[in-house]
């Protein structure tokens, strides 16, 4: 297994405008994410990620870029830019962007041009029909819209806002390798590639197989000719530079993955999504009861097929997802939850990252009036669900679903607005900022974020955790999770308790051979407390 820095190092992801405030108008910034610096490597990550800060309308809040060359002025300048890359560097930690090319935003230069006409030198750029197909939207209706000055119809697999780019165009290709030698030569050390598997669309657009779950799915996912676009980013770009990527793939399986990731080839590790449907069917609105088996069997596969052929990631929460323990643990036991949760993934193979505010225990917001979301997704699929679940069924699978759930500010202190700003947050506060933030943790010698300094410290120091085979004992349990790994002359174990009743395993496993180096209660018994989780070493 190659060794590689992306593989050791722990990641922390930024969601700006909801992060830190310098200059009080309610929306984060990059000074404020520069005064965070100390905090973020204190918790023990070295690898920052930044969703798009690049100038957009904000439609889906900055995943629709209108240039991507220029910061978005309410981030800042591009000198505050310069200055954050400095600090980051000075500290020996690295920064990855957010690298949105699978569409643009209706805003951008190109696409105006583009809808100039068809003689347009730009027209090219985008994906026309003649006639509508039937493909869906990810975020709910219509994959396209009509254009009268075209008399056609752009394809746009997100909001109608973001029309997708035709990447078969090689003049596409060519911006999109001169924007990325750009980022790259300021210092950027890598990328996180938005849904980066639906660039390539079936030639033409063809209708696809009718489906509840995403009609033409088969004709942009994995498409005919995605291996060959990203082997032409690897090869005049991404080799040129120490760079790092991660590709968020759509509805991936560890066969697919591996087509990508073998090796290195194209991508150094997808974001899969196979353990998201632990609490739904496919679609995040089609909602089931959450089984821990499911998540569990979801990560072990990951695990076993990926093992010694590629590397993983391993995250339950970003910026589209709810917050982990209101979904995969429980808010009554949130200490305990959240201190389960991080430890039963993170000392898996492969790359953990982290979302800010998982590593205090920030939970659902769950806001219980429309009015409160702000998300393009919620709203569109609001419209959409409410004629056939009616008001109280879609608020229901909102509160527990949206993605507003983690875009609520960081909550720092207990101060108005958690300390994120004194003027008027974009969006709510969760009301639990009281109970639950940074400085609380801080003091509290037995918090979340203390744990999590302990864990990741933890991993750092033992590369059987960071590259260790990874062996699971009682996959078919459905509470208790038990892995091994192994490495040379170094051997962990991993063992808890993923429910709220107490598990008794005496009669399961020996722990004789074993030290305890870690857990979340102050004593250990044959018994397993509602979700402890504990980490032994083989003497
Ligand atoms: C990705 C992003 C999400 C965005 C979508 C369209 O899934 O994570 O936030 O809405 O792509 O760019
Ligand atoms: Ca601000």
Known sequence: MDKRWYKEQVVYQIYPQSFCDSNQDGIGDLKGIQSKLDYIQNLGAQIIWLSPIYLSPLDDNGYDIADYYQIHPRYG??????????????????????LVVNHTSDEHHWFQEA????????HDYYLWLDKPNNWMSLFGGKACEYVASCDQYYLHLFSKKQPDLNWENPKVREEIKKMLHFWLNKGVDGFRCDVINLLSKTPGLPNGKASPILSGREHYMNGPHIHRYLEELKMEVWNQYDCFTVGECVF??????????????????VFQFQHMDADCYFVKW???????????????????????????SLYFENHDQPRSISRFGNENYRFHSATFLATYLFCQQG????????????????????????DVETKRIYQIGKKIFGHKNMMKRIQLKSRD??????????????????????IEVNPNYKEVNVEKNEEDQDSILHYYRKLLELRKNHEALIY??????????????????????????????????????EKKIDLTPFDLVLSNYKTSTTLLKPYEIRIYIKR
């Open 77 to 98: 300048t591009m000198a505050d830019f310069d200055d954050l890359v400095r600090e980051i560097h000075g500290r020996g930690m690295k920064l990855v962007m957010d």
């Open 115 to 122: 809808i100039k006409g068809k003689d347009n030198s730009y």
């Open 252 to 269: 991936l399986t560890p066969e697919q993955a591996l087509t990508y990731i073998e090796d290195e080839k194209e991508l150094n590790m």
């Open 286 to 312: 089609f909602l089931r009861k959450f089984r821990p088996i499911r998540l569990k069997k979801a990560l072990s596969r990951w695990q076993e097929k990926i093992n010694g052929r590629g590397w993983n």
């Open 351 to 374: 790359t953990p990252f982290i979302y800010q505010g998982q590593e205090i225990g920030m939970s659902n917001a769950a806001f219980p009036d429309l009015e409160q979301y702000q």
């Open 405 to 426: 759930n983690a875009r609520t500010p960081m909550q720092w202190s207990d101060k108005e607005h958690a300390g994120f700003t004194t003027g008027t947050p974009w």
């Open 468 to 505: 260790g085979s990874f062996q699971e004992k009682f996959a078919k349990d459905h509470h208790l999770v038990c892995y091994e790994r192994n490495m040379d002359h170094e051997s962990f174990m991993i063992l808890g308790n993923f429910s709220e009743k107490c598990l008794d395993m």
